[in-house]
């Protein structure tokens, strides 16, 4: 329930639509995975193998961001400074790569390897088997763990996000009013997301502005960027040839819409938790306590 | 690693086994990074004087039960553990859209972090909202004032 201030006399109107920063986190809770309307769903084919389900990290970003924020490159939000391994550094004598890191071993042969996730429907664990091939068997330890690392899967400009999703497009009704569409993640909490602004006119006056409170900034908001990011990225096993489908993020069905292949860093994906699942979000006024 | 019945903390790499005759183990003290998914333990503190969250909603679609170990419960009797993260925004003063709020002190929330308590003593927590040698999940930004009416908006999230 945010609230709006009325600077003449320091007061405060009370709203009732949520803030766009708020919009943003609602599309990256872990609930999202199971909404059956604008979910945040991907499919990830590794290999060749079955698909696994996964969802993203979608952050929006200044403009220039998504061109240092490369496909592959790898992000994390922890200062590994905080953490003490001394596994990356603490070998007494130096190791066959001529540093004091640990070292560990790999299969190269292609191996048959289990992944789990969260059923998007039950909520319950599943098991996908995926083909794993290694390139080098002898590796050192060169990453902290205790942190979370996040790889970059791609970036584009709001506008060609919205000139890729299906439903209403923005950039081509600039009136708010006529930008109310739910078909997609994107849509929803992204581009199409609007906020009706309760406020106080000069004249002392309550007044009403629906907003889109992305495109109110002005044509600029066609220069701004989304990034897609895969959470739990494993940074010792080899990259593998994977496919992320993003269609469903767009509105579309999976193999409809867009799709980045190449060599990726596998990821753990998400997850079932251990206790019952709920989740909920939700407005309402009442009347009397 | 941390094991629970079916979700992990931590995850071993798919295709890289260290030696575990080199390996050392790991400390960080960056507790309040970690996700908080060990549901057996509550948050210990109650936020808004102790006041459920009932108080705001008039319990009919989700409540608390009001004390340190804010377990939830939506659309029944039925709780449903401990709270894994999740935000109320709540005022106290009017209950229309458009109406003014005359002071800050009437509008009420609660920040529901994930992190975990510190249960040894010789840890100090930086950043958390402490007594001694504890460290909260839930934060609130002001005290509840009980009025005659409420909007709020909430989001939770134990689960899934």
Known sequence: MPIVNVYSSNRFKVQTDIPYSQSLNLANLKARYFDTIAPNIIQTTINGSAPIFDNMLILLVDQGTASQLTSGSIVTFNDPTNIVDINISGLTNQNQFGTNSITGTSTTALTQTSITFANHSTGNIQTATVALSGANSEKQYEFKTGMEYFQVITGMTTYQADLLAFGTKISQNPNPALHGNDTSLLRKYFLNKRQLIYYEDSNGNNRTELINPLTIIGETWKNLEIVFLVRGVDMYSDPQNITYDLSKLFGFNFGHGLAVSGQFNLNVPVQPNSSNPAFVSNQNRLSHI | ?160
């Open chain 2, 1 to 160: 690693m941390i094991l629970y019945s079916t979700s992990k903390l931590y995850h071993q790499p798919y295709n890289f086994q260290v030696d575990n005759s080199q390996f050392s183990a790991v400390t960080s003290t960056a507790l309040r990074f970690y996700s908080s998914m060990d549901k057996s333990r509550g948050v210990n503190y109650s936020p808004n004087g102790g006041l459920t969250i009932g108080s705001y909603t008039n319990g009919s679609v989700i409540n608390d039960n009001g004390d340190s170990t804010q377990t939830l419960r939506f659309y029944g009797s039925t709780y449903q553990g401990n709270v894994e993260g999740g935000s109320l925004m709540a005022q106290s003063s009017s209950t229309f859209p458009n109406n003014n709020i005359n002071s800050l002190s009437n509008y009420n929330g609660r920040n529901y972090s994930p992190a975990y308590h510190v249960t040894n003593s010789g840890i100090i927590c930086n950043h958390f909202r402490t007594k001694p040698q504890t460290c909260y999940e839930v934060r609130q930004t002001t005290n509840f004032r009980q009025n005659t009416g409420f909007w709020w908006y909430l989001t939770f999230t134990t689960s899934k």
